[in-house]
């Protein structure tokens, strides 16, 4: 499962490469490692054209995850005495989020799989885990050494049962696929959809209906280090690193919630087709 990522290119990249002509994120900086609920840019068709906005990284996970993680829970509780009312933890049970979606026959998935909750999701490099002297480091792969501007598949919506209580903010996902030779030597079960053709995401100026569900054959392996790693990559297992979010992490997601609420994208209609 990837749950790290890179995108160290900036906005106009993006701009350039998706055709995006419209964005709201502002001088988006170099961002070396992208953790699970933090925002990143993704690209999507709106009523006024494609646009570039940042979204936080997790799906709304499915009834199935929640009521498992409700019962771990309520286990914990229970092993320590106290009382318990099921229904109304799993009420408040924080959801996550899903960062890899994979079984997309899952009904869960169904009302997001068509056009209008697709999108692209920028990155210049993906990290998977690998064993290294007993020990669990990341591991890097791009296309390239020189980790070129590229995309996942992806899905996005705008609401999410978040630790906070929930939330109204723009949340996506990418799909999964099986791995390729040389990622599957990390990681067996799958790996992320990457879309590397121009007229996958630039041809037409909307995007087909029809999900690209190859991947990248030519995707291979750029930095196996627990050492220091290049443009600020961690050099730790992740979770004995702390994650700090971005300094601009509120006023971006504040941005986002208020260009919607100033009407510039209609959350009461589903937007444009977009691959």
Same mark, same amino acid.
């Given at each position: 499962?990837?749950?790290?990522?890179?995108?160290?290119?900036?906005?106009?990249?993006?701009?350039?490469?998706?055709?995006?002509?419209?964005?709201?994120?502002?001088?988006?900086?170099?961002?070396?490692?992208?953790?699970?609920?933090?925002?990143?840019?993704?690209?999507?068709?709106?009523?006024?054209?494609?646009?570039?906005?940042?979204?936080?990284?997790?799906?709304?996970?499915?009834?199935?995850?929640? /009521?498992?993680? !409700?019962?771990?829970?309520?286990?914990?509780?229970?092993?320590?005495?106290?009382?318990?009312?099921?229904?109304?933890?799993?009420?408040?049970?924080?959801?996550?989020?899903?960062?890899?979606?994979?079984?997309?026959?899952?009904?869960?998935?169904?009302?997001?799989?068509?056009? %209008?909750?697709?999108?692209?999701?920028?990155? !210049?490099?993906?990290?998977?885990?690998? !064993?290294?002297?007993?020990?669990?480091?990341?591991?890097?792969?791009?296309?390239?050494?020189?980790?070129?501007?590229?995309?996942?598949?992806?899905?996005?919506?705008?609401?999410?049962?978040?630790?906070?209580?929930?939330?109204?903010?723009?949340?996506?996902?990418?799909? !999964?696929?099986?791995?390729?030779?040389?990622?599957?030597?990390?990681?067996?079960?799958?790996?992320?959809?990457?879309?590397?053709?121009?007229?996958?995401?630039?041809?037409?100026?909307?995007?087909?209906?029809?999900?690209? /569900?190859?991947?990248?054959?030519?995707?291979?392996?750029?930095?196996?280090?627990?050492?220091?790693?290049?443009?600020?990559? /961690?050099?730790?297992?992740?979770? &004995?690193?702390?994650?700090?979010?971005?300094?601009?992490?509120?006023?971006?997601?504040?941005?986002?919630?208020?260009?919607? %609420?100033?009407?510039?994208?209609?959350?009461?209609? &589903?937007?444009?087709?977009?691959?």
């Amino acid at each position: 499962m990837c749950n790290l990522y890179s995108m160290t290119k900036n906005v106009d990249a993006i701009r350039r490469l998706f055709g995006a002509l419209n964005s709201n994120v502002g001088n988006l900086p170099s961002m070396p490692g992208i953790f699970p609920d933090y925002p990143a840019p993704i690209v999507r068709n709106a009523s006024n054209g494609r646009e570039i906005v940042m979204a936080r990284w997790g799906m709304p996970s499915s009834q199935k995850a929640l /009521m498992d993680a !409700t019962k771990k829970r309520a286990e914990k509780l229970q092993s320590k005495g106290k009382p318990i009312d099921f229904k109304e933890l799993l009420k408040m049970e924080p959801d996550s989020g899903t960062t890899n979606i994979r079984n997309v026959s899952s009904a869960h998935w169904k009302r997001w799989l068509v056009p %209008e909750h697709r999108c692209l999701v920028p990155f !210049t490099s993906f990290s998977e885990y690998d !064993t290294i002297e007993g020990k669990k480091v990341p591991v890097w792969f791009a296309p390239s050494d020189d980790r070129p501007l590229i995309a996942f598949a992806g899905l996005w919506t705008s609401v999410r049962k978040a630790k906070e209580g929930e939330v109204t903010v723009d949340v996506f996902g990418f799909l !999964t696929c099986e791995p390729n030779e040389e990622v599957k030597r990390v990681h067996p079960k799958a790996m992320p959809v990457i879309l590397t053709k121009s007229e996958e995401y630039v041809k037409p100026k909307r995007f087909s209906g029809r999900f690209q /569900m190859g991947h990248c054959k030519s995707l291979r392996l750029v930095k196996r280090k627990t050492l220091r790693q290049p443009e600020g990559f /961690m050099h730790r297992p992740a979770e &004995q690193v702390d994650k700090p979010r971005p300094s601009n992490w509120e006023s971006l997601i504040r941005a986002n919630r208020s260009e919607r %609420e100033r009407g510039r994208v209609d959350s009461s209609k &589903q937007e444009q087709s977009l691959c």
